[in-house]
């Protein structure tokens, strides 16, 4: 009975550190975009958003739940520095801050009046909304307990209401999509900007780690986990359906607001009056409280770890408060349009690290595992250069070459090239000096 409860405790706190402001300012977003091709849209957004950051977590749970050791075949060393990128990325660099400047944007401003000051009603709501975080995390033995039994549940039924209000009275119907592109891609690459699927990685490691803490052993435990990994990622999933069907059904009216946080507000305004109002101040409150509290765990025991204590735990967390308390000050558009680079190049990389680690022994030669990550390097750095440099038409006409590029599947050929040629200069060393070979018949 206790493990019953263990699990659906750890399922729901690891979905609460899923479900953070991007996760709900993203799908109406690409609902109003995508119109009548809402579902074509979502298939794309739940592989990126739902679906890779299940297997990410699978790939952890089976490496013993470490996320470090994913890369221990290609370097030990650049899985650090990957998980290192990572963790900034979704601590106090981007989605730490994007939680709070939501928070602002969506759960306080449309109540204050027009001549307010803004920039020092958003400075104060970060404050005390970092100073709350700081409390939640700082005493990370009873976090699981305090997110798992109490804000997530209140959480979920604040989504299922506000999900339900659209299915049952939508604001209308589909419309035609707003843009001129392949729909599953759109919503492939749209999925990148909630971090989940890179945020897996490490996530994934925290719940091992408190699970840990009650007394579960991470290498007995992996059906447990595996349970865990599957709660979070349903409830995932059917937020966004839910959050996407809400712009779809609303794509002619919310048409001509520019950014995701007005497209949201727009939603629920058309949806229940000032009554959709509030339960969207709600929902945001609590989705990046949960968020912001578990990102600040992850990132503060990642790093306690990578100093060997010599900067503890308790300090970290304060680090992590105070960056995300400055950046958050930007607001959301500004912290999205920072982050696009760094996901561009991280993103391919985090997908094939993934497959690899849960094709595992099926893939018995190292060099072939090494080609495959260089040929996502390779991708990766082109992905970067593209996104800095949108000038520069040779990138994109090379991503545009790429088979499957338009679906945001571009990495997929150079990374099975890479592999293919691993293999091949494997199998040559095998022949010319088989005790130097990196293909191991029993791994």
Known sequence: MKKRRDTWVAGLTLFAMFLGAGNIIFPPYIGVQAGH????????FLLTAAGFPMLSALAVVKGGGNPDQLSRRFSLRFGKALNAIILLMIGPLFAIPRTAATTFEL?????????????????ATAFLF???????????????????????????????????????????????????????GFGFKGGYQTMDGIGALVLSGTITALLADKGYDPQKSRGMLRRVVLIAGVLLAGVYLGYIWIGASGNGLLAGLTTRAQILTAA????????????????ILFACL????????????????????RISYKRWVGIAVVVSFAISLLGVE??????DPVLAFAYPLCIVLVALGLLGRAIRSDLAFKGAMMGALLFSALSLVHTLCPDCGWAARIIAWLPLGDFGFGFLLPTVAGGILGWLLDMARMLLMPQAAGYQQNR
């Open 268 to 283: 629920m305004r058309n949806l229940a009056g000032a009554t959709g109002q509030i339960l969207l101040a709600l929902v």
């Open 290 to 309: 949960t968020t912001s509290a578990g990102l600040t765990v992850t990132f503060a025991q990642y790093f306690s770890q990578l100093t060997n204590q």
């Open 107 to 123: 759960s306080l401003q449309p109540f204050l009046p027009v001549d307010a000051n803004m920039p020092l009603l958003m400075a």
């Open 130 to 184: 970092f100073a709350i975080t700081y409390v939640l995390a700082v005493r990370q033995g009873r976090f699981m307990d305090a997110i798992g039994c109490v804000l997530t549940p209140i959480l979920v039924v604040l989504l299922v209401v506000t999900i339900a209000i659209s299915a049952f009275r939508p604001m209308g119907s589909p419309a035609a999509p707003l843009l001129d592109e392949n729909l599953i």
């Open 37 to 44: 091709g809402w579902l074509w849209a979502a298939l794309g």
């Open 334 to 339: 500004r912290i999205i349009a920072l982050a």
